[in-house]
């Protein structure tokens, strides 16, 4: 069956617009997770939902930032005012329950912020 | 402080050698410690998790509860096992995001 898929996949952006960025889930998974990878650095975890309730948003990094989800479905993440440190790959993950479930993870969205 | 160190950011071996890509964990608790790859245009992917205590494609990783260390290990590298490899924890509450470490790239040569 189809993975989990991402748009755009790629996304250049101006300092200070708007991007959303879009994650479908394996058909089926419950829980749904964004993270991010700036350059040289490990994935940062940013937001977490079970169905389309989002239990842990702690990795926000600021109010600039939210994510939505329908039901059980695609979410989407939304970056307000965009600076030039946002700049990284967004990761979508999906797995079929909350815990110990096994992750998997899109293609990514590359951002870039001039 | 929940933490997953990869001391290494690039590791150089030649085909047939032993391989071992180090991982240091902090965690307060007992949590699940996976493996990741992502080879070269490919989205990243489970290579194994501990609890399966199970060899994909040659490679094994023990969890040392005492050392809070999950090591990457394979006896002989292949040409085709170069890429990024993360190390990664998980609590053991519902919905836990993975932790990652900053990878390390593996690079086999002929």
């Known amino acids: 069956g189809a993975g989990v898929s991402q748009s755009p996949s790629n996304k250049v952006t101006e300092k200070g617009k708007d991007v959303e960025l879009r994650c479908d889930p394996i058909?089926?998974?419950?829980?749904l997770y964004w993270y991010r990878q700036r350059l040289g650095q490990g994935l940062e975890f940013l937001i977490y939902?079970?169905?389309?309730?989002?239990?842990?948003k702690s990795g926000l990094p600021s109010d600039r930032f939210s994510a939505e989800r329908t039901g059980e479905s695609v979410s989407t993440l939304t970056i307000q005012r965009t600076q030039q440190e946002d700049s990284a790959v967004y990761l979508c993950?999906?797995?079929?329950?909350?815990?110990?479930?096994?992750?998997?993870f899109g293609p990514g969205t590359r951002l870039t912020v001039l | 402080a929940q933490r997953v160190t990869q001391p290494e950011k690039l590791l150089s071996v030649f085909k047939g050698a032993p391989v071992e890509l180090k991982c240091n964990y902090s965690?307060?608790?007992?949590?699940?410690l996976f493996w990741y790859v992502q080879y070269s245009r490919q989205r990243l992917q489970l290579l194994l998790r501990?609890?399966s205590r199970e060899s994909i494609k040659g490679f094994t990783a023990d969890l040392n509860k005492g050392e809070t260390s999950f090591h990457l290990k394979k006896p002989f590298a292949q040409e085709e096992d170069s890429a990024m490899y993360y190390c990664?924890?998980?609590?053991?509450?519902?919905?836990?995001?993975?932790?990652f470490g900053k990878g390390t790239t593996l690079s086999v040569s002929s």
């Open positions: 965690y307060s608790g007992s949590p699940e």
């Open positions: 993950a999906s797995s079929l329950s909350g815990w110990g479930g096994t992750q998997y």
């Open positions: 058909s089926g998974h419950t829980a």
């Open positions: 990664a924890l998980s609590g053991h509450q519902a919905g836990t995001a993975l932790i």
């Open positions: 501990h609890i």
């Open positions: 939902f079970q169905g389309n309730s989002a239990p842990d």
